[in-house]
């Protein structure tokens, strides 16, 4: 390749130089009629197409400037609904807390209120029970005691042979019998 290159700058300096010019200048007329066209090109570019850049341009940039605007105000809306969000979630939560702690009192309350209506039920049951126990063993007594009575004048007519018909002298007779009984403690106590 190097050998092309001189043999083209050979004969290069081997042509004749026509009017000045030279290989790389194009001649004078080319220059002016390729400004001339360059020039109009350069006008009607100046003045119909750079404007309608600018235009477009100048659309865009507000389109974006507004977009992100947009965006800011979005994200602004968007982390106020957050806090906003936040600070009733907290509040539901202090709720929730209070109400549960309520719950509990009132919880206390009903166990406590229970526990007395127990007792109170508890108590009320042990004095009828008392009471019952007390009616029956009256009523055995009573009865162990006519019977005991009624014992005690067969056997004393067994034993004085004579039937004792006086009905005052009986029961006066067994009251004093059961009332000796009365003072007599038990033998287990």
Known sequence: MTNVIYLLAQEAEQLPLEGGNSILLPKTYDIVWSIIPFLVI???????????????????????KGGIQRAEAAQAEAKAA???YNAQ???????AAEIREQARERGKEIEAE???NAEAESKRIVENGEKQLQ???DRVVGELRSEMGQNSINLAERLL???LSDSTKRSGTIDNFLSGLDTVTPAGK
């Open 89 to 95: 979630l907290a509040e539901a939560r202090s709720e």
């Open 114 to 116: 229970l526990r007395a």
């Open 82 to 84: 957050l806090e906003k």
């Open 161 to 163: 042979g004579t039937e």
């Open 42 to 64: 350069l006008f009607i570019f100046w003045k119909f197409i750079l404007p309608k850049f600018q235009e477009v341009l100048t659309e865009r940039e507000d389109r974006i």
């Open 135 to 137: 009616a029956s063993r």
